[in-house]
């Protein structure tokens, strides 16, 4: 029965959650005829509401238009207002971030469930519409799809309904208000309730109708909710199938059941009499099964005919047969061990906000299976309909996660303070968390993606959570419950069938494994990506094949979550917390992704793409070991190309197709030429694609591996003659074509000209500071090393030594550096008569000092030698512990598109194994920077290291007026373990109490 009077109170009340709600059900579609049903069309008795609505914006409640609902009042002098959309991305309210907090924290002394009477911003939307004739005559209902958080509804000014829960369908029926011509929708929207206490998510705190809006009519007689159960045997060969169907309306009706293969053959048919519960069971043989690798789908078809025959509905439904069960301990996928290769996702759009659309949604899918990611959690609340389907389709687990997170109710500066924790064992907050699982469950059940049930994220524990636990598994024996906060409180240990942990370090996750643990073990959350990251990953996927119990985990995360916004000049910027003037945040931590928010790709997603590769390559000099690690699917569909380069340039290349069985492996013995000449040969293997698929084109690499050979042979020198000229203060060293001058008081390398072109700006300076990363921060290096900021910026020199040998010139500095206890260091140049100058740096290792972040010499060029091309690794940037996907090779760009686009400007655009690197202007002339021996590391920026440590924002960065080129003997790893205190691991950091030396000669171009 309708009530006839909303109640503000509710939106304090954490009892009423939905008022004349319609129950959760299946998010099937439906048709009145044959001709209308094909799958993915629109719907006839669908009607969009979405586009222009009216809209009024208040702060609160108290200043709101409250009579705006009601039917004479005209709402046309409204503004107006896109749905779907948040109001904060249209003008209205503020754009807030927040990781942990709640957003009220500082502002406002609340505790739950009390909500805010001064700030509690209200939308009132109007949607003037005529019902379109398909949906006449019939039951009609309205469903919103996401609405955040709280909202009533009034149709021609009879109250409707009320709605919580932010992330799944709110519906009502309309029909009994519905009139001829003209109806006036009215729907106020709360962005603050009781809600809000439980959905304390980490990500921007938006409102608004935000997905989509639609009218609905369902025929006399309807399959209101559809349940598909579809496994397989003990065998894993035979499918078994079981349907049981709702229905509504005229129940004496007859329903029939076919099931198609993917060749549109019959595999499955029955007929049933009708009733208001329908069962409808059978068996598939020889069924080919479902998996992320072959998302093989059936169709089935269900028509209901009424007692003469005639169609009055049929309902199309994919279907995937599949397995996910735990045996002995491990979860399993249709009989094999399962290995989660996967990321967590927020739906996002850099404008658009969680309002996403189907295109960001395609290119998320494809650019998952482009770069081997075979699972999503949807963090932290169930995503669009659209977004199961597609994962059905394409082929990624999912764990859907329930609408909640109470962060801020019990973890505060990182300590455990659950004392007043939301929802805890607090039976006034129980329904509502039972609400919200059973809203997800209802929806998203039919989807064969979908492995795992969440209870949510980081809400601690307590028996409303474990009441959500017990729900899943009494209506769910086909997939498990996942719960991570039973860490926090191990009285609840039950609620979970796995152990997830986020953010344990590879020996933590080690030692769990290794005391014969209960449960198999996931990180929910691992390699948090914030800026500069993803560093020892390999860490952690080295565990896959080292614990039979560990299986995979979720890297945190997926998109930066990063707005764009205009700045006071007019500019438009990306944005993190703090940028709206918005407080309570959390600042840049709103981007931790593998992808930027404007959805084009970061370099760390080259290192993510090689570790989750399910074919492994190791090659060598005569041919390649080939490790399927897939669980179903053969290497059959992709080709085998491999090469080989001599010094980076290519001399030959050829392909095959080589059938490997999962889960084996095979050495493939392979043709290459046999070339003697001198010099590093690069034997390069990858699996790349046959024939287009969905999500890639032909010729989209999967893997690649490397092996790296040299071939030695004695130089002859060559010798030319030198004149020295000693200044007072100035050295000058001539020769034919070049003049090189050092100077005592700049301390090193003061000007080379070739060809009367000068090259050098200043005296290039021995750095031993990275501009800090997000991890880096976290870790406050800031705090612990920044004596070697100052050690670059202010060393002194002590000692100038000239030594004229035989057929060289010997320039050495020795510099005290400005630390406690003081070190010391040395660049020593020789000149030969060719004009190449030999560069050695020496730091003569210190005991009592902090580790260094990097070491090697920075070169400060005019801005015109911009363009750059190198012998290394690449192509994307690369760091001593995230270079697994980079692999050797000449790579070209430009210093500017070498800045990569980190929310706060960082270390970034390093490439490790450099053998050469020349910086050229647009004409080709420049230097060119060679090893000597052992490969450095380089960078090629339009920024010193100093420049971007100094800066918050990219547009913060001066004009470009230099090109910088770093070239270093060892720069410390990027870290990635977490991006608030985890120190990068030992093997990758740099010792300050041992020497570190390099060796290198720059030449003209």
Same mark, same amino acid.
């Given at each position: 029965?309708?009530?006839?009077?909303?109640?503000?109170?509710?939106?304090?009340?954490?009892?009423?959650?939905?008022?004349?709600?319609?129950?959760?059900?299946?998010?099937?579609?439906?048709?009145?005829?044959?001709?209308?049903?094909?799958?993915?069309?629109?719907?006839?008795?669908?009607?969009?509401?979405?586009?222009?609505?009216?809209?009024?914006?208040?702060?609160?409640?108290?200043?709101?238009?409250?009579?705006?609902?009601?039917?004479?009042?005209?709402?046309?002098?409204?503004?107006?207002?896109?749905?779907?959309?948040?109001?904060?991305?249209?003008?209205? +309210?503020?754009?807030?971030?927040?990781?942990?907090?709640?957003?009220?924290?500082?502002?406002?002394?609340?505790?739950?469930?009390?909500?805010?009477?001064?700030?509690?911003?209200?939308?009132?939307?109007?949607?003037?519409?005529?019902?379109?004739?398909?949906?006449?005559?019939?039951?009609?209902?309205?469903?919103?799809?996401?609405?955040?958080?709280?909202?009533?509804?009034?149709?021609?000014?009879?109250?409707?309904?009320?709605?919580?829960?932010?992330?799944?369908?709110?519906?009502?029926?309309?029909?009994?208000?519905?009139?001829?011509?003209?109806?006036?929708?009215?729907?106020?929207?709360?962005?603050?309730?009781?809600?809000?206490?439980?959905? +304390?998510?980490?990500?921007?705190?938006?409102?608004?109708?935000?997905?989509?809006?639609? =009218?609905?009519?369902?025929?006399?007689?309807?399959?209101?909710?559809?349940?598909?159960?579809?496994?397989?045997?003990?065998?894993?060969?035979?499918?078994?199938?079981?349907?049981?169907?709702? &229905?509504?309306?005229?129940?004496?009706?007859?329903?029939?059941?076919?099931?198609?293969?993917?060749?549109?053959?019959?595999?499955?048919?029955?007929?049933?009499?009708?009733?208001?519960?329908?069962?409808?069971?059978?068996?598939?043989?020889? *069924?080919?099964?479902?998996?992320?690798?072959?998302?093989?789908?059936?169709?089935?078809?269900?028509?209901?005919?009424?007692?003469?025959?005639?169609?009055?509905?049929?309902?199309?439904?994919?279907?995937?047969?599949?397995?996910?069960?735990?045996?002995?301990?491990?979860?399993? &996928?249709?009989?094999?061990?399962?290995?989660?290769?996967?990321?967590?996702?927020?739906?996002?759009?850099?404008? @658009?906000?969680?309002?996403?659309?189907?295109?960001?949604? =395609?290119?998320?899918?494809?650019?998952?299976?482009?770069?081997?990611?075979?699972? *999503?959690?949807?963090?932290?609340?169930?995503?669009?309909?659209?977004?199961?389907?597609?994962?059905?389709?394409?082929?990624?687990?999912?764990?859907?996660?329930?609408?909640?997170?109470?962060?801020? !109710?019990?973890?505060?500066?990182?300590?455990?303070?659950?004392?007043?924790?939301?929802?805890?064992?607090?039976?006034?907050?129980?329904?509502?968390?039972?609400?919200?699982?059973?809203?997800?469950?209802?929806?998203?059940?039919?989807?064969?993606?979908?492995?795992?049930?969440?209870?949510?994220?980081?809400?601690?524990?307590?028996?409303?959570?474990?009441?959500?636990? +017990?729900?899943?598994?009494?209506?769910?024996?086909? @997939?498990?419950?996942?719960?991570?906060?039973?860490?926090?409180?191990?009285?609840?240990?039950?609620?979970?069938?796995?152990?997830?942990?986020?953010?344990?370090?590879?020996?933590?996750?080690?030692?769990?494994?290794?005391?014969?643990?209960?449960?198999?073990?996931?990180?929910?959350?691992?390699?948090?990506?914030?800026?500069?990251?993803?560093?020892?990953?390999?860490?952690?996927? /080295?565990?896959?094949?080292?614990?039979?119990?560990?299986?995979?985990?979720?890297?945190?995360?997926?998109?930066?979550?990063?707005?764009?916004?205009?700045?006071?000049?007019?500019?438009?910027?990306?944005?993190?917390?703090?940028?709206?003037?918005?407080?309570?945040?959390?600042?840049?931590?709103?981007?931790?992704?593998? *992808?930027?928010?404007?959805?084009?790709?970061?370099?760390?997603?080259?290192?993510?793409?090689?570790?989750?590769?399910?074919?492994?390559?190791?090659?060598?000099?005569?041919?390649?070991?080939?490790?399927?690690?897939?669980?179903?699917?053969? %290497?059959?569909?992709?080709?085998?190309?491999?090469?080989?380069?001599?010094?980076?340039?290519?001399?030959?290349?050829?392909?095959?197709?080589?059938?490997?069985?999962?889960?084996?492996?095979?050495?493939?013995?392979? /043709?290459?030429?046999?070339?003697?000449?001198? #010099?590093?040969?690069?034997?390069?293997?990858?699996?790349?694609?046959?024939?287009?698929?969905?999500?890639?084109?032909?010729?989209?690499?999967?893997?690649?591996?490397?092996?790296?050979?040299?071939?030695?042979?004695?130089?002859?020198?060559?010798?030319?003659?030198?004149?020295?000229?000693?200044? /007072?203060?100035?050295?000058?060293?001539?020769?034919?074509?070049?003049?090189?001058?050092?100077?005592?008081?700049?301390?090193?390398?003061?000007?080379?000209?070739?060809?009367?072109?000068?090259?050098?700006?200043?005296?290039?300076?021995?750095?031993?500071?990275?501009?800090?990363?997000?991890?880096?921060?976290?870790?406050?290096?800031?705090?612990?090393?920044?004596?070697?900021?100052?050690?670059?910026?202010?060393?002194?020199?002590?000692?100038?030594?000239?030594?004229? =040998?035989?057929?060289?010139?010997?320039?050495?500095?020795?510099?005290?550096?400005?630390?406690?206890?003081?070190?010391? !260091?040395?660049?020593?140049?020789?000149?030969?008569? +060719? #004009?190449?100058?030999?560069?050695?740096?020496?730091?003569?290792?210190?005991?009592?000092?902090?580790?260094?972040?990097?070491?090697?010499?920075?070169?400060?060029?005019?801005?015109?030698?911009?363009?750059?091309?190198?012998?290394?690794?690449?192509?994307?940037?690369?760091?001593?512990?995230?270079?697994? #996907?980079?692999?050797?090779?000449?790579?070209?760009?430009?210093?500017?598109?070498?800045? !990569?686009?980190?929310?706060?400007?960082?270390?970034?655009?390093?490439?490790?194994?450099?053998?050469?690197?020349?910086? %050229?202007?647009?004409?080709?002339?420049?230097?060119?920077?060679?090893?000597?021996?052992?490969?450095?590391?380089?960078?090629?920026?339009?920024?010193?290291?100093?420049?971007?440590?100094?800066?918050?924002?990219?547009?913060?960065?001066?004009?470009?007026?230099?090109?910088?080129?770093?070239?270093?003997?060892?720069?410390?790893?990027?870290?990635?373990?977490? !991006?608030?205190?985890?120190?990068?691991?030992?093997?990758?950091?740099?010792?300050?109490?041992?020497?570190?030396?390099?060796?290198?000669?720059?030449?003209? =171009?």
């Amino acid at each position: 029965m309708l009530m006839s009077e909303p109640r503000l109170t509710w939106l304090e009340d954490p009892e009423v959650f939905a008022v004349n709600r319609k129950e959760a059900h299946s998010d099937h579609v439906y048709y009145e005829n044959t001709e209308e049903m094909v799958l993915g069309a629109d719907m006839p008795l669908r009607q969009s509401l979405n586009g222009t609505w009216y809209f009024s914006y208040a702060k609160n409640p108290t200043v709101r238009v409250k009579d705006f609902y009601k039917k004479d009042f005209d709402c046309r002098m409204f503004d107006s207002i896109e749905v779907p959309g948040h109001i904060q991305t249209q003008g209205y +309210d503020r754009c807030q971030y927040i990781n942990t907090m709640y957003p009220w924290d500082g502002t406002e002394y609340l505790r739950p469930p009390m909500v805010s009477k001064e700030y509690n911003p209200v939308g009132s939307y109007v949607k003037y519409f005529v019902l379109e004739k398909n949906l006449q005559d019939k039951p009609v209902f309205v469903s919103f799809q996401g609405v955040e958080t709280a909202f009533y509804v009034w149709l021609n000014g009879v109250f409707i309904g009320y709605s919580e829960d932010s992330f799944t369908p709110a519906e009502f029926e309309l029909t009994p208000y519905l009139q001829d011509g003209e109806n006036k929708l009215a729907v106020e929207v709360y962005k603050r309730s009781s809600a809000s206490w439980l959905e +304390d998510q980490d990500f921007w705190r938006f409102s608004g109708i935000f997905r989509d809006v639609y =009218l609905y009519a369902v025929p006399k007689t309807h399959i209101e909710d559809l349940s598909v159960k579809s496994t397989l045997d003990n065998s894993y060969k035979n499918g078994k199938l079981y349907l049981k169907l709702k &229905i509504s309306g005229h129940t004496d009706c007859a329903v029939k059941a076919v099931l198609l293969n993917a060749e549109e053959k019959i595999v499955f048919e029955k007929n049933i009499k009708g009733n208001s519960i329908c069962e409808i069971s059978g068996e598939v043989e020889n *069924v080919h099964a479902w998996s992320a690798e072959d998302p093989y789908l059936y169709q089935l078809y269900l028509y209901v005919e009424d007692q003469k025959g005639n169609l009055i509905e049929a309902v199309p439904e994919l279907v995937g047969f599949r397995t996910f069960e735990m045996i002995d301990k491990v979860m399993h &996928i249709n009989g094999k061990r399962i290995v989660f290769k996967g990321v967590n996702r927020h739906e996002f759009n850099v404008r @658009r906000g969680r309002s996403i659309k189907k295109e960001d949604m =395609l290119w998320d899918i494809e650019f998952m299976k482009q770069h081997n990611i075979n699972a *999503v959690r949807t963090s932290h609340y169930p995503n669009e309909s659209l977004w199961y389907r597609l994962c059905d389709i394409y082929g990624i687990y999912l764990i859907d996660e329930t609408n909640l997170e109470s962060h801020g !109710s019990w973890q505060k500066m990182g300590e455990c303070e659950p004392s007043w924790n939301v929802p805890g064992s607090r039976p006034e907050w129980k329904e509502a968390v039972l609400d919200r699982a059973k809203s997800m469950f209802e929806r998203d059940k039919n989807h064969p993606s979908i492995l795992i049930w969440s209870c949510g994220n980081e809400s601690y524990a307590g028996t409303c959570i474990e009441a959500m636990s +017990d729900y899943f598994h009494e209506k769910d024996d086909t @997939r498990l419950v996942h719960y991570e906060g039973v860490f926090w409180n191990r009285e609840f240990d039950h609620i979970s069938d796995m152990e997830s942990r986020m953010y344990a370090k590879p020996a933590e996750i080690e030692a769990f494994l290794s005391n014969d643990p209960k449960k198999p073990y996931i990180s929910c959350e691992y390699m948090h990506a914030m800026g500069n990251s993803c560093g020892g990953m390999k860490l952690y996927t /080295d565990l896959e094949s080292k614990y039979e119990l560990y299986q995979g985990g979720f890297i945190w995360d997926y998109i930066d979550q990063s707005m764009l916004r205009k700045n006071e000049q007019g500019e438009e910027v990306f944005a993190y917390g703090g940028d709206y003037d918005d407080r309570a945040t959390d600042y840049e931590f709103c981007t931790n992704g593998i *992808v930027y928010a404007d959805r084009k790709i970061s370099p760390k997603a080259q290192e993510v793409k090689q570790l989750y590769a399910n074919v492994k390559l190791t090659p060598d000099e005569n041919g390649v070991l080939i490790k399927n690690e897939n669980l179903f699917i053969s %290497t059959e569909a992709y080709t085998l190309v491999y090469r080989m380069m001599l010094d980076g340039y290519p001399v030959f290349e050829s392909m095959r197709n080589v059938v490997v069985q999962a889960q084996e492996e095979q050495y493939v013995k392979l /043709d290459y030429p046999n070339i003697d000449e001198p #010099g590093e040969y690069t034997y390069e293997v990858a699996m790349e694609l046959t024939e287009d698929t969905i999500w890639a084109d032909a010729g989209h690499e999967i893997c690649f591996g490397q092996f790296v050979k040299k071939v030695t042979e004695e130089e002859e020198q060559t010798t030319k003659k030198m004149q020295v000229i000693y200044g /007072d203060v100035n050295i000058g060293v001539k020769g034919e074509g070049f003049l090189a001058m050092f100077s005592k008081s700049e301390g090193g390398l003061a000007s080379l000209q070739y060809d009367g072109t000068e090259y050098i700006t200043r005296a290039p300076k021995t750095s031993y500071w990275r501009a800090c990363t997000d991890n880096d921060r976290g870790a406050k290096q800031g705090f612990d090393r920044s004596m070697w900021l100052t050690a670059g910026l202010y060393q002194k020199v002590i000692d100038v030594k000239v030594e004229e =040998l035989e057929e060289q010139v010997r320039i050495t500095f020795e510099y005290e550096l400005p630390t406690i206890p003081k070190a010391y !260091s040395t660049i020593s140049y020789v000149m030969s008569g +060719d #004009g190449v100058v030999h560069v050695h740096l020496l730091y003569k290792g210190t005991e009592g000092l902090p580790e260094i972040p990097a070491f090697g010499m920075d070169f400060k060029l005019k801005e015109r030698y911009h363009n750059f091309e190198y012998y290394g690794y690449g192509p994307e940037e690369n760091y001593v512990d995230r270079m697994e #996907g980079a692999r050797l090779g000449i790579f070209e760009g430009t210093a500017k598109e070498n800045l !990569s686009n980190y929310l706060i400007p960082q270390e970034c655009g390093n490439r490790v194994g450099t053998r050469w690197l020349k910086v %050229t202007d647009e004409y080709g002339r420049g230097l060119q920077f060679t090893c000597e021996e052992i490969p450095f590391e380089s960078s090629v920026l339009p920024y010193s290291a100093y420049e971007l440590e100094n800066a918050l924002h990219q547009e913060e960065l001066p004009k470009i007026h230099y090109t910088w080129v770093r070239i270093l003997a060892k720069q410390m790893g990027v870290g990635g373990d977490d !991006s608030w205190g985890a120190p990068v691991h030992e093997q990758y950091r740099i010792p300050s109490d041992k020497n570190l030396e390099i060796a290198f000669h720059v030449s003209k =171009l």
